[in-house]
Structures are given as C-alpha cells and as structure tokens.
C-alpha cells in the first residue's frame, strides 16, 4: 500500500474513534458542558492536558526549532514544563476549591468586579484566537503535506471535526477525545524517533543516544559542534549565541513559564477533576505525559540535524537521498547551485561582500508560490550558464525569507531518514492532526465559556435557564469554529506571532493576578485590575513596536518573546504598590480565599 | 463536652497551621525550581558546559533534559507531601471537634 493510502486509512480511523468518543459522551448540563461534571480520574485529566497542551507547533515544530537554535532550543522545552511547576504548586490546587467554571469566574468573584471580569474575558478571548488560529493552520498544513489537498480544503475539513465532537460532548467529550488524541500523538513522535536513535548511535532509548557515541566512536553532541564550527554555524551546545544571550534567554524562558500557567486553556483543565487531590495529582500526571514528547524533541532534534548535514553537505546530485527528493516536491527543502555540483551549506550571510560571499545553498519556497519560486530557480540555472541579464537566485532568496530548509522537515522527514515502513510515515499524518485537533478543541471550549459563561450568564442575563445557557455555549462554539477556520485560512499577521502574544500576554495577565488573589488576602479591585491593564498594555504596545513597527528592542534589549516577563514585574509591582492606598476586600471576599485555602474536609 | 468557642480558636490555629506548612513546602520546591530551571538551564549553562555527563556538555544536558525532569520529580513530590499534610490535618481537626474519639479517650 502506498505512504498516502494508509495515511487515508489511519487519519481516517482516528477520526472515526474521535466522534465515536463524542457521541459516547454527550452532555445535557451545563456542569458536564463547562467542566465534565467534575468527575474526570486524575491520571486521564494528566493525558488530556498533555494533549491540549501540546499543539501542531510542538509535535511538528518543536523539534525543528532545536535543531537550528541548539543550546537555545532549550528555551521552548524548559519554559513550557518548568510553567506547569508553577501551575501545579501556585495555581492548580486552589482554583480547583473554587470550584467555578473559567478563569474570569476567579478573577471576577475574588477582585468583585465585573470590570476585573470583562478584562480578564478579554484577555482570554485574544490569547485562545491568536493560539487556535495557529492550530486551525497547523490542520490544514498536515492535510495538504501528506494527502495533497489544499491547505485550506484541510481547514475545513479540521473545522468540521471539532465542531461536531465540541458541540456534542463539550468539555466532557473533549476530555475523553483528548485521552485518546494523546495516545495517538505520542505513540507517533516516539517511533521514529526510536528507530532514528538506533539508526544513529545503537541505543532504543532517544534521550539515551543523545548523549552517546556514534559509530565511529565520537560522541553525537561533540560531533555535531565540530561539524557547526566547520560550516560556520555556532556550536550546537554552546549558550548564549546570536541574539540568544543570557538576558533574552533568562527572560523568554521566565515569560513561557508563567503565561504557561496563566493561559486559560490549561487552567480550566483543573477544574474537570473531584478533588483537590486530584488536582495535585493530575498536575503531575500532566507533565508527566508532556515530558515524554518533550524528552524527546531534543534527541530528534539532534539527531535530525546531524542526518541532514551529513547526507546533504557535500554531495552530488546522484548522491542525495531519496527523502531529499521526496521532499523538495513539497518545497521545504530546495536546491541551488552554485556550479561546482556539490550540496553545499552554511549560515546565512545577511550582507555579502567580496571577503564574505553566500556560499550556502539550500533553501525553502517559504511563502513563495510555485510559479515565483520556479521562476527563480530558471533565472538561475540560467545564471550559472552565464546568460546575459540573468540574475543569481541566492539574493532574491534570501530576500523573501527562505534561507535554509524549512524547520517543520525535521519532523515530517524523520521517518524516512530512518528508511521506516510507509505506514509509520502515516501515523506521523495522524499524529500531527491528534495535536492540532486537540489543542484546538480545548482552545474553543475556553472560547466558549468565556463569552457564553462569563459574559452572558455572569454579566448580561445572572436569570438564564439552563437550558438557554447550554444552547449559548453551543452556539458560541459553532461561531468560533468559524472564525477560527476564517483566521486559518487568511491569517493575519498576529498569528505568526502567537508565542510572543499569548504566553507574553497571559505572564503578564493571569498569573500575576491569580497568584496575588490567592496568595494575598489584601489585595482588592482596583491595584488588580491596573495592574492586569498595565502589565497587559505594556507588552502588547512592546510586541506590537518590536515586530511591526521597527522599534528597537529599548529594554535592555529584550526582544518580543522575553518581554513578557517584564510585564509580569510591572503588573506586580503596580498591584503591590497600589494596594496599601486602597480599603481591603470586603469580609465575604476574605472568607472565599480562606475557603480556598483549606483542604476540603468539611465536605462528606 | 468541649466550648464552642474553645474548639473553633482551636479549628483556626490547625488551619494556621496547616497554611504555613503549604508556604513552606511550596517555597522550598520552588527554590529548587528556580535553581535547577533558571539557575542551571540559563544563568550558569555556559559554566557548567565545561563538565560532562557522558556525552553530554553539563550545561546544555540542564537545559534540554535534566531541568525536564527535576520539574516532574518537583511536582511529584508536592502532591506527596500536600496530600500528606491534608491527611494529617483531616486527623487534627477530627480530634478537636470530637475530643472523646481522640487517642487519650476510650
């Protein structure tokens, strides 16, 4: 059977099992709606989280990025387990208490403001968009990689998934999808990354092999720093290189880990279990099940990068692989040379000169359409022959972005860098759409909540039935669906940004204000909601400037990814500072973070 | 038998108690955290890059594994030690509301 026919029959079936699932666990209330009746075990509450957690960009992407930023690459893996410590000490257990439905339902009762609520819906709405249109993206990309379809078509067919299995089961069908969508998904990253580390250094275990020997006895890492230093890349395992220095590294992990534990999406996670305990233990349970693919992205990384260098740099055209070529048809990867007939590849040059010349020859299509790139690719092949007026392809390349092959290969060609089976490549298909879909899932559900919990039933209409509750929250679903596959299809420019925008934006926040709400009885309403205004408008104006509008990096040169660490001390120091000039919470306010604060066991 | 307002003064120190106790587990882990996390992983990873463990630079080995795993092993011990400290504070309270169930009753 060919590599696509069995991606038909295993993305097929998963989707199957996925609406199986939901259908299984339909809801009437909205208690089973919002938060799956409260009755998720721990340990599946964990796997759900782990698959709502981890996205399209860290089942495709996250390897990639290691693989070209090295030391660096750590940034992404230590921010986004080192948030859930925070989360599971800080966070988790308390709002678990609560016992309410959505993050603005804490903010809102603690800080007995509606404006405090209306903010925090906000915050939340513009995080879970920024983040599901990505996701909605990550859908249609996986479908038109491996089953050539449009992107777009890919889209839709992603929307209409989660529309039905949303809408049907909400949280509770969601849970469940989610448990299953992460057996999927991990089961897929694990084996080629197994048979890759076999391949390479003899040992099953990924993380193992990272730090052994390669056949020719020399270790994997010190091997790969040499062959960086020849190519004039930095060394792989050196710190602090390029714009990565120890103040933009301290800062960008410090932001990911507190707007891990201040994005809605995976707080509401822990509202779905009975107890407290439960809590506890699903909080471990969660980067448990996380750390197993986050384990082992450095490893792909690693040892995707050293496949790649080696069986590319230095090569004819008779000698490149076969996954070269199965590849470049998709244009993640191109060739263009510079006459001598060898694949030759190095850094990009950002300004070449006599002295320093571009010398490297691989590149991407990026965001060029097939007819562009082709015809740089002609003008080229016509360059070499010395043809009157053509131009070299490197400049207009490098130009349009597209220096270097393209992250997401690491991933999608690690299968047949390792010469698997065609049906292992498939599974990866389905894996890649388990994450998209159930990071996308749980992201709408939020959507959901917030404008059909927190606004509707909270703030315009406290009389509303249940049953009129339950068809609002379906409804905003359905709607958000659709705006979701819209900014999917054209996205808008925020979108690339969505690290930046959502962990910046809910460090600077969430988790300031929720800490303090739990951690302090004194603060009240109005140092919270400033603070929550500052901390929020400060980072946004920051990314907003460094990204679009060419302002340079003025805070200590912290760039866009890091910034929302400072906005996180802004928004701390406005609410502490503030907070002596204002009368304390009311007595019943007091009492709800008393409450809060003691395990239960007052309760039967 | 026992004064109401004996018992809740009572009920009040076990919860004052019980709270310290959270602050301090949770500030202990979370100095670790920090440590191994920002400290290890970032702050000293060009430092520690001149050790090795096996094949791997100390540092960089923090940063993409080591760091990974002390956080699950963190939040593992947390949920021992709370949902231990619940336990024994479920006991305390027990005690105090009713003092003839108690270990120096019958």
């Keep these: 059977m060919s590599t696509q026919a069995w991606t038909f029959v295993f993305v097929g079936a998963s989707f199957a099992l996925y609406l199986f699932i939901a259908w299984c666990s339909r809801v009437r209330d909205t208690k089973g709606f919002y938060v799956a009746g409260q009755g998720v075990p721990a340990a599946a509450n964990g796997m759900a989280t782990a698959a709502d957690w981890m996205s399209a960009a860290s089942f495709i992407g996250m390897a990639g990025i290691i693989s070209f930023l090295g030391y660096a690459g750590g940034v992404y893996l230590m921010g986004w387990t080192g948030g859930y410590v925070l989360l599971a000490l800080l966070l988790a257990p308390y709002l678990r208490k609560f016992g309410r439905y959505t993050v603005p339902d804490f903010i809102g009762d603690r800080y007995e403001s509606n404006v405090a609520r209306v903010v925090a819906v906000i915050c939340a709405l513009f995080v879970s968009f920024t983040y599901v249109a990505g996701q909605m993206r990550g859908v249609g990309i996986v479908f038109s990689r491996f089953l050539e379809v449009d992107v777009n078509v890919g889209v839709v067919i992603g929307m209409a998934i989660v529309f039905i299995y949303a809408t049907l089961g909400g949280m509770k069908g969601i849970t469940w999808t989610q448990v299953a969508q992460y057996w999927v998904l991990i089961t897929a990253y694990l084996i080629p990354a197994i048979a890759i580390s076999i391949k390479l250094t003899g040992n099953p275990i990924p993380q193992v092999g990272l730090g052994s020997e390669l056949a020719d006895g020399v270790p994997l890492l010190a091997k790969l720093d040499a062959i960086h230093k020849d190519l004039g890349f930095a060394a792989y395992t050196e710190s602090f290189t390029g714009k990565w220095d120890r103040v933009n590294v301290f800062c960008a992990v410090l932001a990911l880990m507190a707007g891990t534990a201040g994005l809605p999406h995976v707080i509401v996670r822990f509202y779905t279990v009975k107890t407290v305990k439960a809590a506890r233990w699903s909080g471990f349970w969660a980067l448990f099940f996380i750390s197993i693919l986050y384990l082992t992205a450095p490893a792909v990384g690693a040892f995707a990068r050293y496949f790649m260098i080696d069986s590319l740099h230095g090569k004819t055209e008779q000698q490149l692989p076969d996954w070269y070529h199965s590849w470049e048809r998709t244009g993640l990867i191109a060739w263009l040379d510079d006459g001598d007939g060898k694949v030759e590849y190095h850094p990009k040059v950002a300004k070449p000169t006599a002295e320093n010349p571009i010398r490297n020859e691989l590149y991407r299509r990026g965001s060029l359409s097939l007819t562009e790139f082709e015809a740089i690719r002609l003008e080229h092949q016509r360059w070499l022959k010395k043809e009157r007026g053509a131009e070299s392809g490197y400049a207009k390349l490098l130009a349009a972005g597209c220096d270097g092959p393209d992250r997401d290969i690491m991933v999608l060609a690690t299968p047949e860098m390792a010469e698997l089976m065609s049906w292992i490549i498939a599974l990866v298909a389905a894996g890649g759409l388990a994450a998209a879909l159930s990071t996308a899932s749980g992201l709408l559900l939020v959507i959901s909540s917030s404008v059909a919990h927190d606004l509707y039933y909270r703030v315009l209409d406290p009389s509303a039935t249940e049953r009129q509750r339950l068809f609002v929250g379906r409804s905003v679903i359905g709607v958000a669906v659709v705006v979701a596959g819209l900014f999917g299809i054209f996205p808008p420019g925020f979108v690339s940004e969505v690290v930046a925008f959502a962990f910046g934006l809910a460090a600077a926040s969430f988790f300031p204000a929720i800490v303090l709400g739990i951690f302090s009885k004194r603060v009240p309403t109005v140092p919270a909601t400033l603070g929550m205004t500052v901390g929020i408008g400060f980072t946004a104006c920051y990314i907003i400037g460094v990204r679009y509008a060419d302002m340079s990096p003025w805070c200590f040169g912290i760039g866009a990814q890091g910034i929302g660490a400072v906005g996180m001390l802004f928004n701390f120091i406005v609410t502490l500072g503030l907070t002596p000039f204002f009368a304390p919470p009311s007595p019943e306010t007091q009492a709800m973070v008393e409450r809060i604060r003691e395990p239960d066991i007052g309760e039967p | ?106």
């Design chain 2, 1 to 106: 038998m026992s004064d109401p307002k004996q018992e809740e003064a009572l009920l009040r120190a076990a919860n004052r108690r019980y709270w310290r106790s959270n602050v301090r587990i949770m500030i202990v882990l979370l100095l670790v955290w920090a440590f191994v996390g920002l400290g290890c992983g970032v702050l000293f990873s060009d430092w520690l890059n001149q050790f090795h463990l096996g094949g791997f630079p100390l540092g960089f080995w923090f940063a993409q594994q080591g760091s990974i795993v002390v956080f699950v092993v963190l939040i593992l011990i947390y949920a021992v030690a709370l949902n231990r400290l619940d336990a024994r504070h479920r006991r305390e309270v027990d005690e105090i509301r009713r003092p003839e169930a108690g270990g120096g009753g019958g």
